[in-house]
């Protein structure tokens, strides 16, 4: 499939009135790192903490810690720039979504 077919069909879905669940989920990530960045391709440290503190502190026991927000910063940020570019929060995303998902199997062995 060429890019332009699914930059067609991705744009035809986001103007969907109707999501399901994971599509709702897709829209919040993107949707959060958008306006946490000010519509910028980055998040600086500064708007990168106050995202960790908002949105993740459920899930993160340490969000609230500026030192270890800033030790994780530096731990996604492969290219050495500063800032977090979407790919790098998408591997934080996905690093967080694995361990819920590792924590609810071991808590469930036997459901299937």
């Known amino acids: 499939m060429s890019l332009s077919v699914l930059n067609s069909h991705f744009c035809f879905v986001l103007v ?7 599509e709702s989920a897709i829209k919040t990530l993107v949707t959060t790192f958008v306006k946490s960045s000010r519509g ?5 440290s500064k708007s990168f903490q106050k995202l960790v503190e908002k949105n993740l502190s459920g899930v993160m026991e340490d969000a609230g810690n500026s030192s270890a927000v800033r030790e994780m910063q530096r731990g996604l940020d492969e ?10 929060y998408l591997t934080l995303i996905g690093y ?8 609810k199997t071991e808590s469930n062995p036997d459901s299937s």
């Open 96 to 103: 967080l979504a694995n361990s819920m998902s590792q924590r």
């Open 40 to 44: 910028k391709e980055n998040l600086d």
């Open 79 to 88: 290219n050495s720039d500063g800032k977090v570019s979407f790919e790098e």
């Open 16 to 22: 969907s009135l109707s999501y399901t669940d994971m």
